[in-house]
C-alpha cells in the first residue's frame, strides 16, 4: 500500500486526450502527481522507477523487471493508425535508408519487423535525437514519423505508408501501440477507479473535439476510426503476436532500446 500519490506518466499527444478526460475530470486527479511527455520519455521514467504507471510503448514491457497491465483500455487499432506512418518521397522498392523516430519504441520495432517479413526491403537504419532527422526525408531516405507530428508530416511527403494498416495487412491482427503499465502493484481500489475513469473520455468525444480544434486532421474520424482504445482480446493477441515477434527479431537489427 503506497503512502503518497501515485506517480502516473501519460502521453502527451492527441491520442491520448479521450483517456486522460476521465482522469482529469474525476476525484483521481487528487490521489495521483501526472506528468506527460512524448512516448519513450514515459517509458524511461518507468523504468527508472521515477512513476509508478505509465501509458508506455509496449515494446519497453521485456526491459521492466515488474510490469502488469493495469487498465482495459490502450492506444491501439484495428488498420489504418493515421498517426503512425513511414514517409518517403520514393516508392518503398528505391527507399535506402530510415530515420526512426526518437520518440518512439514500439513504432520503431514494428517497423522493423515490417520492413523485414512484410515488405521485404533491407533499408539503413538511423536513430534521431530530435526534430532534425525531419528534414531529411528527402531522395531516398524515409523517415519514421508518429502522433501528432505525423500530421504535420502528411502535408509535405509524396508516400506515406501507414504502419496499424501494414500490421493488418501482415498479420490479419489487431496493434497495441502503448498500453497502462506498472512497476509495481496498486492498490486494487485505485487500479479499479483508474480503468473506470479511462472509459469515461470515450463518451465524451465530441466535447473533446470541440476543445481542442484541429486543422490537420478530422478528430472525430480520428478518436472514432483510426484510435481504437478498448485492450479486448483481439488486441491481446496482436499484442502477444508483436512481442513475439520483436524476440525473433536480430538484436543487431533492432537498434532501438527495449
Not at 27 to 45: F, K, V
Not at 65 to 86: F, Q, R, T
Not at 179 to 189: C, T
Not at 232 to 248: A, H, M
Request: charged share 20%.
Amino acid at each position: 500500500m503506497l503512502d503518497r500519490k501515485i506517480r502516473v506518466g501519460a502521453v502527451s499527444y492527441l491520442n491520448t486526450l479521450p483517456l486522460l478526460y476521465g482522469i482529469q475530470n474525476s476525484p483521481l486527479i487528487h490521489q495521483i502527481e501526472l506528468t506527460e511527455a512524448y512516448p519513450s520519455r514515459i517509458a524511461d521514467m518507468l523504468l527508472q522507477d521515477e512513476i509508478d504507471l505509465g501509458l508506455i510503448p509496449v515494446a519497453a514491457i521485456p526491459a521492466l523487471k515488474h510490469a502488469e497491465i493495469v487498465s482495459d483500455y490502450c492506444i491501439g487499432c484495428d488498420g489504418p493508425v493515421a498517426s503512425v506512418c513511414l514517409f518517403s518521397e520514393v516508392p518503398l522498392d528505391r527507399v535506402q535508408k530510415i530515420m526512426l523516430d526518437y520518440q518512439s519504441r514500439t513504432s520503431a520495432a514494428l517497423l522493423q519487423i515490417l520492413t523485414k517479413k512484410y515488405w521485404h526491403i533491407n533499408p539503413e537504419f538511423k536513430d534521431t535525437q530530435g526534430e532534425e532527422y525531419r528534414h531529411l526525408i528527402r531522395d531516398t531516405t524515409a523517415g519514421l514519423v508518429i502522433g501528432d507530428r505525423a500530421f504535420e508530416q502528411r502535408q509535405t511527403s509524396t508516400y506515406v505508408y501507414d504502419l496499424g494498416e501494414a500490421w493488418k495487412d501482415y498479420t490479419g491482427l489487431n496493434f497495441v501501440f502503448a498500453a497502462w503499465v506498472a512497476n509495481k502493484s496498486l492498490p486494487q481500489e485505485f487500479v479499479s477507479a483508474f480503468n473506470a475513469a479511462n472509459g469515461i473520455g470515450l463518451t465524451h468525444i465530441e466535447e473533446i473535439v470541440s476543445k481542442h480544434p484541429y486543422k490537420l486532421f478530422d478528430l472525430n474520424k480520428y478518436y472514432k476510426y483510426h484510435i481504437n482504445y478498448l485492450l479486448d482480446e483481439r488486441k491481446k493477441v496482436g499484442l502477444e503476436e508483436f512481442l513475439f515477434q520483436l524476440k525473433q527479431l536480430n538484436p543487431q537489427m533492432l537498434k532501438v532500446e527495449n
